[in-house]
């Protein structure tokens, strides 16, 4: 009966602990919905929220002021019904504020929420570039830990037919000392390769809050017709020159008059014998401001929006240049590092035959060991440059995809050259 019990309380217990345990993400989808969940996005969001609101309470009136008194009121013997004058009053004032420049106002808040909008999707772009590109980072440094391990285990054979060349009679003692310098910087290539691993380890969690456990997503290039008005860093300084447009409004509005409106109940009291006697009084008033000191006041911010405006479109201009200038060279580099996977892929399976042709060799007795051997460190040296390009190109590709806004993406056919078993 113990032993159910005790295998009862294990299943209970594996049970608690699953259900406990965190769900990780499985799909590349899955990761970017949790990227679209970043602090760092979401931070820009809650702003655009908090301008949008902002800008709809922009239209709103000021709170009206209630005023509660009394007037002519006698020093010497207070009183509500020894003097005309003296009454009790209640009153209501409402501040009408120019409702152009209010509007104005509004607009202008309207389109920085739309900026910091842009700002966030921008910055899901570049989160989901930054996480392809650690996924990538990830394997290469995998792969090339996977090459050097297979690299040594080489160098050990290579010292073991050393050591069979020398009981033989033959001199290598020099060999073996290349062999240990070889050996060394391999060594100290896995050490920098464990190091950057807990690097990207420590990304992916800052990033997903995991380390994925998936391979690098299908990336592809992205047809873009060198517009600028297409790349989200351009969209921002072209909103940008549409917030200072705004500011130009904001600054002309001005110009228009502020209006107000009191009402004033005034209660007396008819005095002694009916003295005072007649009805209680009210007063309405109307206001409207006067721009007297424009000169000194809104035509100098009108001044200044118009240049604001003027470095708005410089900035735009300079930064539209920039950019078609950055995609042109990502784009170079994507290509060039295209070219390099493929050429890498041809040294590869030519150093692939040479070794199957000194393997031949070696089996027929024309050969020695050590040759086949050295030609297998020279191809996993080749790997490892493969393993480089590959990194670079993924991580190149998925940069260059970021900056083009959603709204323009277009997938291209050509797609990057096939991955072909190495080992």
């Not at 027929?364 to 050295?374: H, I, R």
């Not at 959603?406 to 050509?414: A, D, L, M, R, V």
Request: charged share 25%; net charge negative.
């Amino acid at each position: 009966m113990r032993p159910f019990r005790l295998y009862l309380a294990t299943v209970a217990a594996l049970l608690t602990i699953a259900f406990q345990s965190p769900a990780y993400a499985e799909t590349f989808e899955e990761y970017v919905q949790k990227l679209a969940e970043h602090p760092q996005a979401m931070s820009i969001l809650s702003e655009s929220e908090a301008t949008k609101a902002q800008a709809k309470g922009e239209l709103g009136l000021p709170d009206p002021m209630i005023m509660i008194g009394i007037d002519n009121v006698p020093i010497s013997d207070p009183a509500f019904d020894r003097f005309l004058p003296t009454s009790k009053v209640i009153g209501f004032s409402q501040a009408i504020p120019n409702p152009v420049l209010l509007g104005a106002k509004s607009r202008k808040l309207d389109e920085v929420s739309a900026k910091q909008q842009l700002l966030a999707d921008y910055t899901i772009e570049r989160l989901r570039y930054m996480f392809i590109s650690k996924l990538a980072e990830y394997e290469n440094v995998k792969t090339q830990e996977d090459v050097i391990h297979h690299q040594l285990s080489h160098y050990k054979e290579l010292e073991n037919a050393f050591k069979g060349q020398l009981e033989s009679g033959r001199s290598v003692y020099q060999r073996f000392s290349e062999i240990d310098v070889e050996r060394a910087e391999a060594e100290r290539q896995l050490n920098n390769l464990q190091a950057q691993k807990e690097t990207i380890r420590a990304e992916f969690f800052r990033l997903v809050d995991e380390v994925p456990e998936m391979e690098v997503p299908e990336v592809t290039a992205i047809v873009w017709d060198n517009n600028p008005n297409t790349l989200y860093p351009v969209l921002v300084a072209a909103k940008d020159v549409d917030i200072s447009r705004k500011d130009i409004k904001v600054a002309d509005a001005a110009f228009l008059p502020n209006f107000g409106v009191n009402a004033v109940y005034k209660q007396r009291e008819d005095g002694q014998n009916r003295s005072f006697s007649g009805d209680d009084w009210f007063s309405v008033q109307a206001q409207i401001s006067i721009p007297l000191w424009a000169a000194k006041n809104q035509v100098p911010k009108l001044r200044a929006a118009k240049a604001r405006e003027r470095s708005a479109i410089f900035s735009y201009d300079d930064v539209a240049g920039q950019w078609v200038k950055q995609m042109t060279t990502l784009k170079s580099a994507s290509e060039a590092s295209a070219k390099n996977i493929k050429a890498l892929q041809d040294k590869d399976n030519a150093i692939s035959q040479k070794i199957k042709a000194v393997q031949r060799n070696y089996e027929a007795g024309t050969a020695n060991l050590d040759s086949v051997l050295l030609a297998k460190i020279d191809r996993a040296n080749i790997q490892v440059q493969l393993a480089d390009a590959r990194k670079e190109y993924i991580s190149r590709v998925a940069e260059y995809n970021s900056n083009i806004a959603q709204s323009n993406k277009n997938i291209i056919t050509e797609e990057m050259p096939a991955q072909e078993n190495s080992k």
